[in-house]
């Protein structure tokens, strides 16, 4: 054979398996895109969304409340004062309810795909 012909003979080879390993390639990809993603539940636990940061409600409810209390109490002078401590009181207490209820998580379903 002539040296001509055996490099046209190699060359077309080798566009063969090129080609072949080129197809193949194609194929690995293809099939690795055709499958479905396994998707699943999972429950995820995560703190509640604070709608009263400054916890403004709980300290009010309590003021006014305490107020109301403190006001059945004595007489005079008296009364003044412990509407005024039952007031104070009752501020700090609605602030520290509202702070427990806000601090608690609340559990959400999510959904996860691989």
Same mark, same amino acid.
């Given at each position: ?53 400054? @916890?403004?409600?709980? $300290? +009010?409810? &309590? !003021? *006014?409340? #305490?107020?109301?209390? /403190? ?7 008296? @009364?003044?004062?412990? $509407? +005024?401590? &039952? !007031? *104070?009181? #009752?501020?700090?207490? /609605? ?11 609340? $559990? ?7």
């Amino acid at each position: 054979m002539k040296p001509n012909i055996k490099s046209m003979i190699a060359a077309a080879v080798m566009s063969c398996v090129m080609v072949t390993g080129a197809a193949s390639a194609q194929n690995n990809k293809s099939s690795s895109k055709s499958k479905a993603p396994r998707c699943y539940d999972v429950q995820v636990q995560r703190p509640k969304q604070i709608k009263d940061q400054h @916890k403004i409600a709980g $300290t +009010a409810i &309590g !003021a *006014v409340a #305490g107020g109301l209390l /403190g006001n059945q109490v004595g007489g005079g002078n008296g @009364k003044k004062l412990a $509407t +005024a401590a &039952g !007031a *104070v009181g #009752g501020a700090f207490a /609605g602030r520290k309810i509202q702070e427990n209820q806000q601090n608690k998580t609340e $559990t959400v379903i999510e959904r996860r795909c691989d």
